[in-house]
């Protein structure tokens, strides 16, 4: 383990890409796109951070961490939150999870199921939806990529990491419940903006990753025609290539494990790489 894995990435102006990973629907892909992006733009020289929003904990699981909360003495972001402690202090590296070695060039602020006590510690705070957007300037600059990975609904937390963005990536599936999960994302984000924009907030999605689509019309004509749809309705906003079906997905995240570490050969891993490269995060 060199120390150079371990030392926190210092500040050298870069221009750090802020990317909100979001649904108004549960279940779209998020946590698994954010640990293999993550992953990869590690792996590709990028030096990354992911902040998990979610109680539910599964970026943090996937990058290495089972059960955050069992360490009472590690900060989670919700501790951030309470003024324990900063971001800085709260950064940890990315691990293999079984191995538990280090992975070069990521870092993460781990969840806690503590966070869905996010809207009571924040009740009274002026213009609280920006709690985010004031935590992270200690990160910017020190990171080419900080990854935002949200929980399943359009609550506090999520608001809060779509003012902060820089690229707000709205994830679906090709199926009805998920697909509406990007309207209702995008009806968010237009009211938020009516408040926020003058603060810089992004106006709407930059981008939309499918993140578990269907082969062909075999598969079931329903799925396949609302990712049709879902491609004519925002057209280049929908990165190629969709993430297609794959059994290896859930098997890595059983073993938690980012898919592109899990089986790099497996379809939906090399479709992963070139979601990543689509968007712009490594050549
Ligand atoms: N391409 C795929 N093929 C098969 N299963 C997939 C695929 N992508 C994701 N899944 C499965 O879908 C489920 C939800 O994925 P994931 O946890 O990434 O979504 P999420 O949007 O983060 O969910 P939440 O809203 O609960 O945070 C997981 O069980 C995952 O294994
Ligand atoms: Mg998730």
Not at 221 to 233: G, H, L, P, T
């Amino acid at each position: 383990m060199s120390t150079d894995t371990l030392t926190k990435p210092a500040d050298r102006g870069l221009p750090t890409r802020v990317l909100t990973l979001a649904s108004g629907s549960a279940g779209s892909g998020k946590s698994t796109l954010a640990g293999a992006l993550a992953e990869q733009a590690a792996a590709h020289g990028r030096t990354v951070c992911v902040i998990g929003l979610d109680r539910q904990r599964d970026v943090s699981r996937l990058l290495g961490y089972d059960d955050p909360d069992a360490d009472e003495n590690q900060l989670t972001l919700i501790d951030v939150v309470d003024g324990l402690g900063t971001l800085d202090q709260a950064l940890v590296p990315g691990r293999h999870s079984k191995t538990k070695e280090p992975i070069p060039n990521l870092w993460l602020v781990l969840e806690s199921d503590r966070l869905d006590s996010l809207s009571l510690k924040l009740a009274g705070v002026t213009a609280r939806e920006m709690w985010l957007q004031r935590l992270l300037p200690q990160l910017i600059g020190r990171f080419d990529i900080i990854l935002l990975d949200c929980p399943g609904n359009l609550d506090l937390g999520t608001q809060g990491a779509l003012i902060a963005a820089t690229e707000i990536v709205g994830c679906t599936k090709s199926q009805e419940k998920e697909a509406r999960g990007l309207t209702a994302l995008e009806d968010k984000i237009a009211d938020l903006h009516k408040s926020f924009g003058v603060m810089g907030m992004r106006d709407g999605l930059d981008w939309i990753v499918i993140g578990e689509g269907v082969t062909g019309i075999s598969q079931g004509k329903v799925y396949f025609d609302i990712e049709r749809q879902v491609r004519e309705a925002y057209g280049d906003l929908v990165v190629q290539p969709t993430i297609r079906d794959d059994v290896k997905v859930p098997e890595s995240y059983s073993a938690s494990l980012p898919v592109t570490l899990y089986n790099p050969k497996t379809e939906a891993a090399i479709a992963y790489v070139k979601v990543g490269k689509a968007m712009k995060l490594y050549d």
